[in-house]
């Protein structure tokens, strides 16, 4: 529990020393509140001796002038009240959702920041979890850190007001704050790894919900939104099983933090009546620290609530922290890319492995996953400035991951990948994206103008926009729209065909006019007739490109220049098309897959006919 409290307590630390405008004044408020307080419990005990009980008894003279006084002091006292309430509540949100605002622009920031493959070990759905519902709970306690702040004041001068008024009466009142405080250790004692199992169970169902999203496609295709639905349910119930049991840990502590004010206040009552009727104390005495204690009911509360966030606040920070301390990055060199001409891509002894997944910081330390298998393995190839090559591979040769490398989305494991003879990790920030561009497998498109997405942060004109366009085939249906470049495209561009998303991100690519392109099969939703026009109109437009395309299709490779064979993460062989075809038996086989296939279909069909 003590680590618990510390760590909740240094973060909270942090938080002022980031955000300590709003925290200052969230305070002068609160402190406000308590003094105000205070000062309203002391004064209604001396307007009971002074005006209540001498007008009841008629034991004094008390005017009209003496009545309306100690109203308007009290209300006075309880204007000052209700500003104090309004600074702490205006200014103790601003603090709290200003560091929300700053600890989520910093993920966003780091996340860009990250080299791929940390994403690549990282589930989008937890990291989703850490910007949103982490952040969140991080920062809740500092919504009530200046009603506790406020509070403590509140004790102090109420205790020195009860202690004025009758120091025996005090000490009975003031026993129920170590009760308080007590229980309230011993509630966060108990709260804490359930807190901690809530936070990383709802990173687990914003992971799975996020994964059964992306792939709606896939599960409606096959059927399977039964077998998500499953998945999905073990996931929440499991998070709907550990908040019931902090919930029903916190309706086991509630009513007694709620109950042991009011027994305090009785326990007052009952002590004080018999000094009253002995003559140790008077009424307003009794009335004071009765009042006073009544008055802290509430407020003292707040120390409860703050201490059952500190869980939730060590537990999100944990997540938070685990991002914003990470060291991976991608350090890049101060080498301008080679100037002039279409670029030569070279591969010396390229391998690569995928990271094995990243442990959740709020799961197990015991469990770890196995480092996968190598995915390139000693690649060893070149591309001659301004032709095209095709790769082929089968399913998991390495063909996107070599794509991936040739643009620096991530670093070999192993070996070298050069651009003109200049290794890329020595190119400066930004050279590269200059220089080179991927059209990826999975096109995405923004819900955008056509424009936008065509241009996409660059400084273009529309004449470049529409000279992008026409060498990527798109200008004929992007002119048939009825807003032309500044039509919407929805979300993923759901009012496009495949073929014209592909069309698009071509168009995207090629506006930058870069001197190498990868195509990793970002042609496969085109006819054969459109994918040479966009590859000749490459090779007419003089813009000085070299090619590699990751291809299947016998249309595709037929364009290339060069095909080069991947299988299992190794280069098998290497030539012109008709060269491999010739002495490759695994080359043919894939290559002839899809034509076989077209085969044996119309030889299906034919052979149905001719039985009817």
Not at 20 to 44: C, D, H, K, M, T
Not at 55 to 63: D, I, M, P
Not at 577 to 585: L, N, P, Y
Request: no cysteine.
């Amino acid at each position: 529990m003590s680590g618990t409290f510390l760590d909740g307590v240094r973060t909270l630390a942090r938080g002022v020393r980031e955000e300590p405008r709003p925290f200052r004044i969230a305070i002068i408020g609160s402190a406000i509140y308590g003094i105000g307080n205070a000062a309203s419990g002391f004064l209604v005990g001396r307007v009971t001796s002074d005006v209540v009980v001498p007008a009841v008894t008629g034991s004094g003279s008390v005017g009209v002038r003496d009545v309306w006084l100690a109203g308007g002091t009290l209300m006075a006292v309880t204007v000052v009240l209700v500003g104090g309430v309004l600074l702490r509540r205006i200014f103790g949100g601003a603090f709290t959702f200003a560091l929300q605002a700053r600890y989520r622009r910093l993920l966003a920031r780091r996340y860009l920041d990250l080299p791929l493959t940390w994403h690549h070990a990282h589930p989008a759905g937890r990291l989703l979890a850490t910007a949103s519902s982490d952040v969140e709970a991080t920062w809740q306690a500092t919504m009530v850190l200046p009603f506790a702040i406020g509070t403590a004041v509140l004790i102090f001068f109420a205790g020195i007001a009860m202690v004025v008024a009758d120091p025996v009466l005090a000490a009975v009142g003031l026993l129920v704050i170590p009760a308080l405080l007590a229980s309230n250790i011993v509630y966060q004692r108990r709260m804490s790894p359930l807190v901690v199992a809530v936070q990383r169970l709802r990173g687990e169902v914003s992971a799975t919900a996020h994964e059964s999203f992306e792939g709606a496609l896939v599960v409606k295709t096959l059927g399977l939104a039964d077998e998500e639905v499953t998945r999905f349910r073990a996931d929440a119930e499991r998070l709907r099983d550990a908040n019931v049991a902090a919930g029903r840990t916190r309706g086991a502590f509630d009513p007694v933090i709620e109950a042991l004010p009011s027994l305090g206040t009785l326990l007052v009552l009952v002590v004080g009546s018999v000094r009253v009727a002995s003559g140790a104390t008077d009424v307003g005495d009794l009335v004071q620290v009765a009042y006073l204690l009544s008055l802290l009911a509430f407020p003292v509360r707040s120390f409860g609530w703050l201490l059952g966030d500190l869980p939730r606040t060590v537990a999100g920070d944990a997540r938070v922290q685990d991002v914003l301390r990470e060291e991976a990055r991608t350090e890049w060199g101060t080498d301008p890319a080679p100037a002039g001409g279409p670029l030569t891509v070279t591969t010396t002894g390229l391998s690569y492995r995928h990271p094995a997944p990243a442990p959740d910081p709020l799961a197990d330390p015991g469990v770890t996953h196995p480092e996968p298998p190598p995915v390139l393995t000693d690649v060893t190839l070149d591309v001659t400035a301004g032709t095209t090559v095709a790769v082929v591979g089968g399913t998991g040769a390495g063909k996107s991951t070599l794509a991936g490398l040739l643009v620096r989305l991530v670093d070999p494991s192993t070996g070298d990948v050069l651009l003109d003879g200049v290794d890329v990790r020595g190119l400066a920030e930004g050279q590269v994206a200059g220089a080179a561009a991927l059209v990826p497998q999975s096109t995405f498109v923004f819900d955008d103008t056509i424009r936008g997405n065509v241009a996409l942060g660059l400084e273009v004109s529309d004449d470049e926009v529409w000279q992008a366009l026409r060498l990527a085939r798109a200008d004929g249906f992007v002119a048939a729209l009825p807003h032309g470049l500044d039509e919407l495209v929805g979300e993923r561009g759901s009012t496009l065909s495949g073929g014209q998303r592909q069309r698009l991100a071509l168009a995207r690519a090629l506006v930058r006019q870069p001197r190498l392109l990868v195509l990793d099969d970002a042609t496969s939703a085109l006819d054969p007739a459109v994918e040479r026009a966009v590859l000749d109109g490459l090779e007419e437009s003089g813009t000085g490109t070299t090619v590699v395309v990751v291809a299947y299709r016998p249309a595709t490779i037929a364009l290339a220049d060069e095909v080069v064979h991947l299988d299992h993460g190794r280069v098998v062989d290497r030539g012109p098309a008709a060269e491999v075809a010739a002495r490759d038996e695994g080359y043919r086989e894939l290559v002839t897959a899809y034509a076989r296939a077209a085969a044996d279909r119309a030889t299906a069909e034919a052979a149905g006919e001719g039985a009817a």
